[in-house]
């Protein structure tokens, strides 16, 4: 029996008709292409431009948060869908939170409705500019840059085969007004009668009001990520991204949101007071020739707020060292890349004695000199 008889929850899905571009010179599938920024056929190279429809934005347009409708979390957990292939007209099963994919049958793209039931579809896609090709040979580069992972690591780690997939994100846009109040304060060296020193710090009151415009503060909408790594190749130049359309997720895999708007934002605006309240600290130490800032209390008013929901562009991958895999991420608009590697135990012991050696010879020299 398949898993789509057995799967109550299963339910069928329509592709579009963008889905499996066929094309003109050989009749193949066309895929997005991150060299032409177009569609390109993988067996005789013929390309073409993503034609743009009159009247439709060339970017997503920022929408108003307090008219959002569709807020909450959408998880459905082993939820199914079925997609009937167009092109050899097979059954396959997908992830509900899945874009497109490929039919594991003939190839073909399996790009589906991006909206669905109580969820929006994506306002605007940031493209693959970086290729599978140049996404290898910056893992090569950057793993040579890790200095604590092992020399036959280095040499070894070839990368699996690269998997493309369009991440969802939210982006926010507010204007902040922030009323603080606090304390700083200023060190003196105090000798005493026997030519001792010591530091002593004097505490002066401080309060103030700070602004700030935030311009498209990012929040990842998917959990099935390491959340580390993927905030290890930000940032985005999110600016760039393109009114969404099929075309650019065909040949990829593209995920929905399943952090909904509410909880995205939540996440966002801790994100924002974090960086509000150290931008205030850098601020008072700056104006007031400070060493020190304590007690810090901020009240933060947000204003004009408006979100987005974007796919962004990662290139998924892993190597394997001495039985053990090892993933890592690449940004597939800016090729920044980002995971985890074996550690070398003895470099690690060679750096920790040689900053031991260091810190006491620092010490040996302020106390010849003191």
């Known amino acids: 029996m398949s898993e789509f008889d057995t799967n109550l929850d299963a339910k069928t899905v329509d592709t579009l008709e963008e889905t499996d571009r066929k094309c003109p010179s050989c009749g193949g599938v066309m895929d997005y292409d991150p060299k032409s920024g177009g569609l390109s056929c993988p067996y005789c190279g013929h390309t073409e431009a993503i034609a743009a429809n009159a009247g439709e934005p060339k970017a997503a347009e920022e929408l108003d948060f307090s008219a959002a409708e569709n807020l909450d979390n959408c998880d459905w957990g082993t939820e199914k869908k079925t997609v009937i292939c167009e092109a050899c007209g097979a059954e396959s099963v997908y992830d509900s939170l899945e874009i497109s994919a490929v039919c594991p049958f003939c190839g073909s793209n399996q790009v589906m409705e991006a909206a669905g039931k109580n969820i929006m579809a994506p306002g605007g896609v940031v493209p693959f500019q970086v290729t599978d090709k140049q996404a290898s040979d910056l893992f090569k580069s950057w793993i040579k840059r890790k200095w604590f992972c092992p020399k036959l690591a280095k040499e070894s780690a070839k990368a699996k085969h690269f998997k493309g997939v369009y991440l969802p994100y939210w982006t926010f846009d507010a204007q902040t007004s922030s009323d603080y109040k606090g304390e700083f304060g200023r060190d003196k060296e105090i000798k005493n009668s026997k030519g001792e020193s010591r530091v002593e710090t004097t505490w002066y009151p401080v309060k103030g009001r700070y602004e700030l415009a935030v311009d498209d503060e990012l929040v990842c909408a998917t959990t099935n990520h390491n959340q580390s790594m993927l905030m290890g190749i930000e940032p985005y130049r999110t600016a760039e991204n393109k009114s969404y359309k099929p075309e650019y997720v065909a040949g990829f895999a593209a995920e929905r949101y399943s952090v909904g708007l509410k909880e995205a934002w939540n996440m966002?605006?801790?994100?924002?007071?974090?960086?509000?309240?150290?931008?205030?600290?850098?601020?008072i130490l700056r104006q007031k020739q400070a060493d020190h800032v304590r007690s810090l209390q901020i009240t933060t008013k947000f204003s004009n707020l408006t979100y987005k929901y974007l796919l962004l562009p990662v290139w998924i991958s892993s190597y394997k060292y001495k039985e053990k895999i090892y993933q890592f991420m690449v940004n597939g608009q800016t090729g920044k890349v980002s995971g985890k590697t074996p550690v070398s135990v003895p470099k690690v012991i060679i750096a920790s004695?040689?900053?031991?050696?260091?810190?006491?010879?620092?010490?040996?020299?302020?106390?010849q000199y003191s």
């Open 268 to 283: 966002g605006k801790e994100s924002i007071k974090y960086r509000i309240q150290g931008n205030i600290e850098r601020e």
């Open 353 to 367: 004695v040689a900053a031991i050696i260091i810190l006491a010879l620092i010490t040996w020299m302020c106390w």
